[in-house]
């Protein structure tokens, strides 16, 4: 997971012209379609496009899943 600033950085680059290549390197991302998908989402939606990854988390309690599980 990459936080809100390391998105706006990379979304910073992309736009300034980097190859992806070098993007994903120095951050080690996995695919271009991450950086792809950051940057359709700020010109969507504007910084409120990013996603925190702390918030995207649900956690359930284990008597929970247990239920569900059954």
């Given amino acids: ?37 950051w940057v359709t989402n700020i010109k969507e939606f504007g910084i409120c496009g990013i996603k925190d990854p702390s918030r995207s988390k649900t956690n359930y309690q284990y008597s929970f899943k247990i239920k569900v599980i059954k």
């Fill in 1 to 37: 997971m990459f936080s809100k600033e390391v998105q706006l950085e990379v979304v910073e680059m992309y736009l300034k012209g980097f190859p992806t290549s070098k993007i994903k390197k120095k951050f080690h991302i996995k695919g271009s379609a991450t950086i792809l998908n």
